[in-house]
C-alpha cells in the first residue's frame, strides 16, 4: 500500500504563501481521487482539495476557494497543494491520502496517511 509523504509546512504570517508537496509513488488506485485534509486542534479531520490521478478534476472546500490550488507532476508522481492568502484559520497539520471517497457532501480518505505537515499562520 503506498504510504504517502508530506512535506512543506512550516509557519508563515497571514497573507503569505506556502506550498506542500505529496508523494506517493506507485499508486495503483486510480479510480479514487487524492485528496488534502488538514486537521486543526480540537477539530476533526476536514478535506481540503481533491484531484484525480490523473491530474483532472481538482476540487476544493468553498474555505480555500479562490486561495489554494492542487496539481500534479505527473513525471515525479508528486501532488502539490499551493496556499495563497493564508490566514490564521488555516493553522492544521496538513496530510494527503492516495485515496478518496466522496459519501454526501463529506470526504474521507481510504488509503495510508502519511504523518502529515504543520502550517501555523500567525496573524
Known amino acids: 500500500e503506498v504510504q504517502p509523504v508530506e512535506s512543506g509546512g512550516g509557519l508563515v504570517q497571514a497573507g503569505g504563501s506556502l506550498q506542500l508537496s505529496c508523494a506517493a509513488s506507485?499508486?495503483?488506485?486510480?479510480?479514487?481521487?487524492m485528496g488534502w485534509f488538514r486537521q486543526a486542534p480540537g477539530k476533526e479531520r476536514e478535506i481540503v482539495a481533491t484531484?484525480?490521478?490523473?491530474?483532472?478534476?481538482?476540487t476544493y472546500a468553498d474555505s480555500v476557494k479562490g486561495r489554494f490550488t492542487v496539481f500534479k507532476d505527473n513525471v515525479k508522481s508528486v501532488i502539490y497543494l499551493n496556499m495563497s492568502a493564508l490566514k490564521p484559520e488555516d493553522t492544521a497539520v496538513y496530510y494527503c491520502?492516495?485515496?478518496?471517497?466522496?459519501?454526501?457532501?463529506?470526504?474521507?480518505?481510504?488509503?495510508?496517511w502519511g504523518q502529515g505537515t504543520q502550517v501555523t499562520v500567525s496573524p
Open positions: 491520502n492516495p485515496s478518496s471517497v466522496r459519501f454526501g457532501t463529506s470526504w474521507y480518505g481510504i488509503g495510508s
Open positions: 506507485g499508486v495503483s488506485d486510480s479510480y479514487h481521487p
Open positions: 484531484l484525480k490521478w490523473n491530474g483532472e478534476m481538482p
